[in-house]
């Protein structure tokens, strides 16, 4: 098989993994993706995944695979806020939510990390449009600030949420504080109550 055929079948997919590969050719030889990869046709995402190069200089895609090579999961974290612009450092590790184990990947694309909670916490996302006719898995910034409050639990005190420098206009303009307290309340923990309480007498909100 050549790269061409095998590109004309799987490009428009953007990622794949080799179970995907499988599917369409039974008999595929596994060695072509190692030989693909190392004459820079294909990225290696993960094991097992793969991406075709040109989709490097394509905007979002770092996002997207976030979302495809470890699933379920949706970006949240220190990712959402920085999109939002909620804190102002510029994010380098792509952060999600998952409810499969604790885990990181690397690749060309980018670093990314995944952090585990219960299944029935696996809420409070959107689907965000992007190119392609494809969208994104994204916290909502409600969503996105709980995940960051029950997942590091060091930010109890006034000082340390000062030092977040969550965006103040951002909190009072912008923040749905209804919706955060209500999926606040969906966590049933005692612990991010008292967190989110500091947080509204932190923030004046």
Same mark, same amino acid.
Request: charged share 25%.
């Given at each position: 098989?050549?790269?061409?055929?095998?590109?004309?079948?799987?490009?428009?997919?953007?990622?794949? @993994?080799?179970?995907?590969?499988?599917?369409?050719?039974?008999?595929?030889?596994?060695?072509?993706?190692?030989?693909?990869?190392?004459?820079?046709?294909?990225?290696?995402?993960?094991?097992?995944? +793969?991406?075709?190069? $040109?989709?490097?200089?394509?905007?979002?895609?770092? +996002?997207?695979?976030?979302?495809?090579?470890?699933?379920?999961?949706?970006?949240?974290?220190?990712?959402?806020?920085? +999109?939002?612009?909620?804190?102002?450092?510029?994010?380098?590790?792509?952060?999600?939510?998952?409810?499969?184990?604790?885990?990181? +990947?690397?690749?060309?694309?980018?670093?990314?990390?995944?952090? @585990?909670?219960?299944?029935?916490?696996?809420?409070?996302?959107?689907?965000?449009?992007?190119?392609?006719?494809?969208?994104?898995?994204?916290?909502?910034?409600?969503?996105?600030?709980?995940?960051?409050?029950?997942?590091?639990?060091?930010?109890?005190? $006034?000082?340390?949420? @000062?030092?977040?420098?969550?965006? $103040?206009?951002?909190?009072?303009?912008?923040?749905?504080?209804?919706?955060?307290?209500?999926?606040?309340?969906?966590?049933?923990?005692?612990?991010?109550?008292?967190?989110?309480?500091?947080?509204?007498?932190?923030?004046?909100?």
């Amino acid at each position: 098989m050549t790269f061409l055929e095998f590109k004309s079948q799987l490009f428009d997919l953007a990622c794949f @993994n080799i179970y995907q590969v499988y599917a369409w050719q039974p008999d595929f030889d596994r060695n072509n993706l190692t030989r693909w990869t190392k004459k820079g046709y294909l990225i290696r995402l993960r094991q097992g995944y +793969f991406a075709f190069s $040109e989709y490097k200089s394509k905007l979002d895609y770092s +996002f997207y695979f976030a979302n495809r090579i470890y699933r379920p999961s949706y970006i949240s974290l220190h990712t959402a806020l920085s +999109f939002y612009g909620m804190i102002p450092e510029a994010v380098v590790q792509i952060t999600s939510i998952t409810s499969l184990k604790t885990t990181s +990947f690397a690749n060309d694309f980018g670093e990314y990390s995944y952090k @585990n909670v219960k299944e029935n916490l696996i809420f409070g996302y959107e689907l965000k449009p992007m190119a392609d006719n494809r969208n994104l898995q994204f916290a909502t910034p409600e969503k996105a600030l709980l995940d960051l409050l029950y997942l590091y639990p060091f930010y109890d005190s $006034e000082q340390e949420l @000062n030092e977040l420098r969550l965006d $103040e206009d951002y909190l009072h303009e912008d923040l749905n504080k209804n919706l955060l307290m209500d999926y606040c309340a969906r966590f049933q923990s005692k612990a991010l109550d008292h967190r989110i309480s500091i947080l509204l007498k932190t923030y004046n909100l």
